[in-house]
């Protein structure tokens, strides 16, 4: 996972509110492998013309904030599919961290296995910063994840909560798998025990399948 | 102290605790499907092995094709192999495309047995959810938790918080459990679920079939909630019987003794509760672009002059997207396609309900049928369903997720409007520019041979 300590960026409105994962990147590209990236499918059927042309409308195509690298959004951003080309293709743009009210739970928990940051803040000052955002020369945000603090122009600095494993985790960049696996004991250990208890959870192959 | 039942369950499966709440789960069934293939990629780059093989299953049903296309138009077969050599190198069974097995994952998982009461199931798929019909505590994960299980059957999670959904009284005649979990969804709204786990209890759920149950929990996600759970009972016990992978002979009385532990202790509290009356749902259709949009028939869609500014704007582009006029009435709205399948409704329930409407007149548009499993297609042809249908114009095809998802090549033409018995009417979700209209099987048939939405119980 990329670590994430300090970030300074671009700040891009996009406010809308239930931006499922269908549409930050549709399920016809999902069959991409991971190293081939996923930059210019993010917010595909939003940015581009069905002719393949940009969407002069859309924000990342506003040369001002085609640069992002902070999404301020709307409620529930993420909901929907738990694919997590989602979070690749928003890192893969560019993008360090989504701050939004309210999140759509795989998709935050997808965003912190990657080095996304997802920060939960107030409706209102969610929509303080976006307004603050328009505005070109004030558009830059810097966060301080040590700090948990989000700095702006005109909203000052802002406090922020983050469980206090998931930001060692992410000031890290520490393998989740592997810090699981040095608890093999443990586990063991449970499994063991909890197998005995219920015996048939280990399931037996079918004695006889039809056969099509 | 009372406990909930998925507090029970949750309790059952932590290997540890951390300070903050945080715990590390033991994972009873891990379902695999072919749309996981970074997640293996992932597996094999850090030279990871595969901890349970035996609890762990495979499905081929995103990629899948539901015909046979002489030019593989839009086919992606390197998904569904893909799986097959990855299961394989892992020693991990698995349901290749046509093994009589094979099937949506959430259609096929339960109906195997693979799902049973009390389990911590977990698939790297949002409806997941559907499997806690059977009392099973079932989420869906992303692709590096997907890899986490498979390298250490566990799983770190934050416990979610508590809901109950009470349906009281009984359901009217011709409406399902469709009409009934969108009307659910209409009312809490998109993320009225969020953090949550919903068990669905009352008199109304207590006397809804596996299949009906399984339909309403599927959607608990489009609630935004990590998992929607029902009580298992008689109907669930009798439903696991015989299944080929549900425990046998003693093992079986043995695990419905257990079983019958799982239910909420009657004084149990929840975070937060919900209560619907079900005799007053009518059948159910949504206008927009989120599972929320959900109307009864007899309304019209939202006029957003009438609404506060900050809703307007939202209210507007879905109308646009949905080529929809403002105060226009869902009856009689005219259909392009009919699409009856999905983890949703593709059930044999389901497929009893489209047939008996199906029975009634001729599709007067494109209507495709695409049962869930080779099991479920396989009953339906004993019982003639399929020359039902045939017979009344409509395709019947073979399982898979299909025009659900519009993954593996079908899909709905843009600016076509679709009566879809899916779960997501999503902006591009059947296909780009596609129009997507959630509704029941009986709702959709009649949608086919009215060509246009029809109140299913004027007919
Ligand atoms: S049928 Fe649709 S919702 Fe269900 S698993 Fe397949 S793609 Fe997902």
Redesign the interface.
């Known amino acids: 996972m990329q670590a994430f300590t300090t970030h300074q960026g671009i700040a891009v409105p996009l406010l ?3 931006i ?1 994962t ?2 930050i990147i ?3 590209f ?2 991409r ?2 190293n081939a990236g996923y930059a210019d499918q993010l917010f595909c ?1 939003l940015r581009f013309h ?1 002719d393949g042309s940009a969407d002069a409308h859309f924000i990342l195509n506003q040369p001002d904030y085609a640069a992002g690298s902070i999404l301020l959004a709307g ?2 951003f993420g ?7 989602a ?1 690749w293709a928003l890192m893969d743009y560019g993008f360090r961290a989504v701050i939004a009210p ?6 935050f ?2 965003s912190l ?2 080095g996304l940051l997802v920060i939960t803040l107030h409706h209102q000052t969610v929509q303080a910063l976006a307004q603050e955002a328009r505005q070109p020369e004030s558009r830059h945000l810097s966060i301080d994840l040590e700090q948990q603090c989000i700095s702006s122009t005109e909203q000052g600095d802002l406090a922020f909560e983050i ?3 998931r930001k060692e985790a992410l000031l890290k960049g520490a ?3 592997d810090m ?2 040095a ?1 093999e004991g ?2 063991t250990a ?2 063991e025990a ?1 197998l005995k208890r ?9 004695t006889t ?4 | 102290m009372a406990k909930t039942m998925f507090e029970k369950i949750w309790e ?2 932590v ?2 605790e ?3 709440g ?1 715990a ?1 789960l ?1 994972v ?2 891990h379902l695999v499907h072919d ?1 996981t ?2 997640a293996f ?2 597996l094999n780059e ?1 030279g ?1 092995s595969v901890r349970r093989p ?2 762990t299953f495979g499905m081929a049903d995103h ?1 899948v094709p539901t015909h046979q296309d002489p030019d593989r138009q ?1 086919h ?1 077969d ?2 569904v192999s893909a799986l097959e050599t990855n299961t394989q190198r892992h020693g991990i ?1 698995s349901f290749g495309m ?4 094979q099937g949506i994952v959430h259609v096929a998982g339960p109906e195997l047995g ?1 799902t ?1 009461p ?2 911590l199931l977990v698939c ?3 409806h997941t959810s559907t499997h806690g019909a059977l009392g099973t505590l079932a989420f ?6 997907v ?2 299980t498979l ?4 799983l ?1 999670q ?1 416990k ?1 918080r508590t809901m109950r959904v009470t349906l009281k009284g009984t359901l009217p005649a011709h409406i399902t459990a469709k009409d009934l979990i969108l009307t659910i969804i209409g009312k809490i709204g ?2 009225g679920g ?2 949550h786990v919903i068990e669905y209890s009352g008199t109304a759920i207590q006397a809804l079939s596996m299949e009906s149950r399984l339909t309403l929990c599927n959607m608990s ?1 489009e609630a ?1 909630a ?1 998992a929607g759970m029902v009580a298992p009972d008689i109907t669930t016990f009798n439903y696991l019987r015989d299944k ?2 549900a ?2 002979g003693e ?2 009385d ?2 419905v003794a ?1 079983w019958e532990t799982l239910p909420s202790d009657p004084n149990a509290t929840f975070d937060k509760e919900v209560e619907i009356n079900a005799g007053d749902i009518a059948p159910t259709v949504t206008w927009g672009t ?1 599972p ?1 949009t959900a109307l009864p028939i007899h309304a019209a869609t939202p006029n957003p002059a009438a609404m506060a500014t900050e809703q307007r704007s ?1 209210i507007e ?1 879905m109308l646009g997207y949905m080529a929809l006029s403002p105060e226009q009435p869902l009856q009689g709205l005219a259909i392009d396609r009919v699409f009856i399948g999905s983890c949703t409704n593709s059930r044999i329930e389901d497929l009893r309900a489209a047939a008996a409407i199906a029975k009634k007149g001729k599709a007067r548009i494109p209507a495709v049928v695409v049962p869930g499993s ?1 099991q479920v297609r396989t009953q339906a042809e004993k019982e003639g369903l399929d020359r039902v249908f045939i017979a009344a114009g409509f395709e019947w095809r073979e399982p898979g997720c299909s025009m659900c ?3 593996n090549g079908d899909h709905i033409p ?1 600016h076509e409007r679709c009566a879809s018995t899916s779960n ?1 009417n ?4 059947q296909g ?2 596609s129009r997507t209209h959630l509704m029941s099987p009986a709702m959709a048939a009649a949608a086919a041979i009215h060509g246009c939405i029809t109140d299913v119980r004027n007919l």
Not at chain 1, 198 to 206: A, E, G, K, V
Not at chain 2, 151 to 154: K, P, R, S
Not at chain 2, 426 to 429: E, S
Request: aromatic content about 10%; glycine content about 6%; overall charge negative.
């Open positions: 809308d509110n239930n499922d269908d549409q549709p399920a016809r999902l069959h492998p991971r059927d069905v409620e529930n909901c929907g599919s738990s694919r997590e080309h979070v309210s999140f759509g739970d795989i998709f928990n997808n296995k990657n469980d206090a494993y393998s989740e798998i699981t696996l608890k443990a586990i449970f499994e909890y219920h015996p048939w959870l280990i399931p037996s192959p079918p399948i039809t056969t099509q | 059952a499966h290997v540890e951390r300070p903050d945080t590390l033991y009873d069934r749309a293939a970074q990629d992932l850090e990871h035996d609890l990629y839009g992606h390197a998904m069974t046509r093994h009589a097995y693979l049973q009390g389990m790297g798929d949002s869906g994960i992303g692709a590096s938790e890899t986490h390298a250490t059957q566990c770190w934050k979610p998109a993320n969020t953090g996600i935004g990590r080929p992978y425990p046998q093992q079986y043995q695990a257990y989120s929320e939202a582009a080779w998802v519009a993954m843009p997501r999503f902006a591009g979700r780009r520019d």
